[in-house]
C-alpha cells in the first residue's frame, strides 16, 4: 500500500513537471507568446537595455511622475523595467526597496503602453520561518514534505498571482510579462540556494511554483530561468526543470570592484557562452537578467567593459539593477564618471532603448 502510494505520488509528480500549456491557450496566453515570438526575432537586431526600479526613483529623486535616471542621461527610456515583488506575500502595501505596489502597478501599465517590457522577480521571505530571502535555512525540503508550510508557499503565491493577474490594460487584457522566480538558483544565498536544495527538490519546487499561478489564473506570464554566473553547462542544466516550464534563460552578474574590467569580461563571456550552448540545444531567448558594476567607477565602463563583452551573446536583454541608494547604483546620472560613455553606449545600433523598442510593437503578432 505505501509502495503504492509513493508510486501515484512520483506519477504526479512527474505529470506536474510536464503538463504546462496544456490547456486550451487563453488570449492572454497567446499575448505572451506574441511577445516570446517577437522577442526571438529582435534578438537578431540588437539587446534591449533594461534598469530595475527605473521609473520609481534615482539619484537625488523618488516617485516623480516620468522621471528615469536613464532618461536624464540619454533622453530615452530603458526597454526593459524590472521591478521586486519581495513582500507582497507579508500583504504590504511598500515592497522591500520601498516602491509602492500600487506605484508599480501603474508604472508596469505605463510601460506597456508605451511599449516597453516589464519584468519581476521576487526576493520574497521565507515560507518556513518568514525570514528574509537571504535566509539560508534548508527551506524547500521542508515545504515539500510538511503541508503546513506548503500552505505557507500555497497563500504567498495566491499574492503574487493576484499581483499578476491584477496587470490589465483599460481594455481589460491582461499585460504579458517576464516572471522570474527564484533566480540566482545556483548560488547559495537564498532560501531557494544550491546548497540549501537539491537538484530534484528544485526542479519539483519549480514546476509546482508555476503549476500553481497557473492554477490560480496567471497566463500572462513568461518565465525566466535565471542562475548565477557558471562555470559549467552541468552546472547550468542541473536545476533547470525541463523546457516546457521555462521560457528564458537567463544568469544573474556582477562586476565587482575587486575584479579589473578584462576579467570580469573573460570570465563572463565563458558563462555566455554556456549559455548560448544551452539556448541554441533548448531553443530558448537568453538574457543577462542582472548586472552592473556597482557606482560605475570605470569612466569607459559601458562601451569598453560590458559592450564587448554581450555583443556576440544572442542576447534579448540585459537588466541593470537599481539605483537605491547615493553608495548603491548601477546606471549613471548626469555628471556621473561614466555618463558620457554611457550616451555613446546608447547610440550603439545594437543596443536599443525604449524609443526603438517603440517602434517594434513588441505585442502585436506580426
Ligand atoms: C539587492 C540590493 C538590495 C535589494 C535587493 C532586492 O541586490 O539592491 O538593496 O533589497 O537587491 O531588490
Not at 506575500?89 to 508599480?104: A, H, R, W
Not at 537588466?319 to 548601477?330: A, I, K
Amino acid at each position: 500500500m505505501k509502495n503504492f502510494s509513493v508510486l501515484i505520488l512520483a506519477i504526479v509528480l512527474f505529470a506536474s513537471c510536464k503538463d504546462k500549456k496544456s490547456d486550451a491557450v487563453s488570449n492572454e496566453l497567446a499575448q505572451a507568446d506574441v511577445l516570446l515570438e517577437n522577442l526571438k526575432s529582435l534578438t537578431k537586431k540588437g539587446v534591449l537595455f533594461g534598469h530595475q526600479d527605473d521609473l520609481a526613483y534615482g539619484n537625488g529623486w523618488a516617485y516623480e511622475d516620468g522621471n528615469s535616471d536613464v532618461k536624464r542621461v540619454v533622453g530615452d527610456y530603458p526597454a526593459v523595467y524590472g521591478w521586486d515583488l519581495g513582500h507582497i506575500e507579508l500583504g504590504d502595501t511598500i515592497n522591500l526597496d520601498g516602491v509602492p505596489f500600487s506605484k508599480m502597478k501603474q508604472y508596469a501599465l505605463e510601460v506597456y503602453k508605451r511599449g516597453g517590457i516589464n519584468t519581476f522577480s521576487w526576493h520574497g521571505t521565507s515560507p518556513y520561518n518568514r525570514k528574509t530571502a537571504w535566509d539560508t535555512t534548508a527551506t524547500i525540503k521542508h515545504l515539500l514534505k510538511e503541508p503546513k508550510f506548503m500552505a505557507e508557499y500555497h497563500k504567498d503565491l495566491d499574492k503574487v498571482a493576484e499581483f499578476l493577474i491584477s496587470l490589465k490594460d483599460e481594455n481589460g487584457n491582461t499585460i504579458p510579462v517576464i516572471y522570474r522566480p527564484l533566480h540566482e538558483l545556483t548560488g547559495s544565498w537564498f532560501w531557494w540556494g544550491k546548497k540549501q536544495t537539491s537538484p530534484e527538490d528544485f526542479k519539483k519546487f519549480w514546476c509546482l511554483t508555476l503549476d500553481y499561478l497557473k492554477s490560480k489564473g496567471v497566463t500572462n506570464a513568461l518565465y525566466a530561468f535565471s542562475t548565477s554566473e557558471v562555470k559549467t553547462k552541468g552546472e547550468f542544466l542541473e536545476r533547470y526543470p525541463g523546457d516546457r516550464y521555462v521560457d528564458i534563460i537567463g544568469v544573474d552578474a556582477y562586476h565587482m570592484s575587486s575584479v579589473d574590467g578584462a576579467t570580469f569580461s573573460q570570465g563572463l563571456k565563458k558563462t555566455l557562452a554556456i549559455l548560448n550552448e544551452v539556448g541554441k540545444e533548448h531553443n530558448k531567448l537568453m538574457a543577462l537578467t542582472e548586472i552592473g558594476s556597482e557606482q560605475i567607477p570605470d569612466p569607459k565602463w559601458w562601451t569598453e567593459v560590458l559592450f564587448p563583452t554581450i555583443e556576440e551573446a544572442n542576447l534579448s536583454y540585459v537588466l541593470l539593477w537599481r539605483n537605491g541608494r547615493p553608495d548603491h547604483y548601477y546606471v549613471p546620472y548626469p555628471g556621473q564618471t561614466s555618463a558620457k560613455d554611457f550616451e555613446e553606449f546608447y547610440k550603439n545600433p545594437k543596443v536599443l532603448f525604449q524609443k526603438e523598442l517603440t517602434a517594434e510593437k513588441i505585442y502585436q503578432k506580426k
